[in-house]
């Protein structure tokens, strides 16, 4: 598959890493290259430096039919607004969005969106160990 | 009207006091805790809150359910959207605006379901490039359908081709008509027999496109 992913922090660039290992084609946007420097060295991972609100740079990521878009940048409201920004431009079907804040997430799941909420998973890890813990 | 505002910006602030001056029920969400405090002190415990208005539980404690009107008039343009969202997807907000800081975002906010958008940008570049035009000697009196259609002032200058002709002599080019000869303290609806004479101004309706040609054509 061709994945894009907006944001190269902790979890973008790791996700890269792991995905690349997988066989996909990967794309990782974001605004500061130095937080790429977790990113391996791969062929298969194309870099790109730059606000993906630009059309320069949207279309650079998207001028390929990318089968995924992963929006993992810090923010709960950019990714938001950047995932039904790039939906509308270039029609793609599979996003999958990080939203911390739990109610949010709630939102745009009714909005139809695909989301990770690593609040809500992590609470849920937490309450099976205390579950585990107590038997 | 119950009116929810978010963002104490100036705008924000101004649109308050307009609307509380007009007898509204209006509620302001500040985010910054020291800049809510101060609209307090202004307003009033009953009209600011403080809180980061992209967030669901505000909102909720805001009445967002009640309200007729949401405006989101922070500086982030995203803060703006999600707001918004939130405020029809949850609380079926009837009417939302947004403030829209990157004019290229304009089209999406509407795509996306916000009701109205205002982009300060959009409208203060347009008072710049009219200044600019007024530097030229060309005041644009009105800019009419988003800027593509203007209604302008012009001199005409002695030497212009122009001059003592009648305006059906007068090859004009194509998406622009003259519409008022201004003479001294007269003002002449043109028909094809008036004739242009010294000292004369025309307002002419103009595509922006044809202006330079219309102003080659009156004033060189």
């Known amino acids: 598959m061709r994945i894009v992913i907006l944001g190269s922090g902790r979890v973008g660039s790791r996700l890269a890493n792991a995905l690349v290992n997988k066989g996909h084609t990967l794309v990782i946007i974001d605004e500061n290259v130095r937080k790429m420097r977790a990113i391996a060295d791969h062929a298969d991972i194309e870099r790109i430096e730059g606000n993906i609100f630009q059309d320069e740079i949207s279309d650079r990521a998207f001028s390929e039919k990318a089968d995924m878009f992963i929006v993992v940048t810090g923010q709960d409201n950019v990714n938001v607004m950047v995932a039904q920004a790039i939906q509308k431009k270039y029609k793609i079907k599979n996003i999958l969005i990080r939203i911390f804040d739990p109610d949010l997430a709630d939102v745009y799941r009714m909005l139809g969106f695909e989301i990770i909420c690593p609040t809500n998973y992590t609470i849920s890890e937490i309450t099976k160990i205390l579950d585990s813990d107590v038997r | ?220």
């Open chain 2, 1 to 220: 009207m119950y009116i929810i505002i978010v963002g104490g910006g100036k705008i924000g602030y101004n649109l308050t006091k307009f609307l509380l001056a007009a007898k509204h029920e209006v509620l302001l969400i500040e985010k910054d805790e020291v800049r809510a405090s101060a609209l307090v002190a202004q307003f009033g415990e009953a009209v600011v809150i403080a809180g980061d208005g992209s967030r669901v539980l505000t909102l909720r404690e805001g009445g967002t359910n009640r309200a007729n009107v949401l405006v989101a008039v922070t500086g982030a343009d995203e803060e703006n959207l999600v707001i918004c969202q939130v405020a029809k997807t949850v609380f079926n907000c009837p009417r939302t605006i947004a403030r829209v800081n990157d004019p290229r975002d304009e089209s999406l906010f509407s795509a996306l379901g916000v009701d109205a958008t205002v982009s300060s940008t959009r409208v203060i570049n347009a008072l710049i490039e009219e200044q600019v035009n007024a530097d030229n000697m060309i005041i644009p009196l009105l800019t009419l359908r988003a800027g593509n259609i203007d209604i302008i002032e012009m001199g005409l200058s002695k030497s212009s081709g122009v001059m003592g002709k009648q305006i059906r002599e007068i090859s004009l080019p194509e998406g622009s008509r003259i519409i008022a000869i201004l003479r001294g303290d007269d003002v002449v609806i043109p028909t094809g027999e008036s004739k242009l004479i010294l000292n004369d101004k025309v307002l002419v309706l103009v595509k922006k496109e044809v202006e330079p040609q219309m102003r080659e054509l009156l004033q060189k």
